[in-house]
């Protein structure tokens, strides 16, 4: 007779979400900041990254930089972006 927890059958994804945290932020992350953490994320393992918004800066001026933020970050590996 087998228990649920060994009848269960599931993984875990984790998805890091710097995007959300930024975007209150009332002080302007450097640019190359963002790059260096989410880069660090990709090399412990995240795969996927909620971490920006093509957004109007003037309705979240924290998420300007996504385009360089993108450009800045290493892909080698294969990685799900969310923005």
Known sequence: MSTKTESFNASIKLV??????????????????KIEYLNLLLQVGFDTLDFGSFVSPKAIPQMRDTEEVLAGLDLSSPTKLLG
């Open 16 to 33: 890091e979400c710097p995007r959300d945290a930024m975007q209150g932020l009332h002080d302007f992350v450097p640019t190359e900041l």
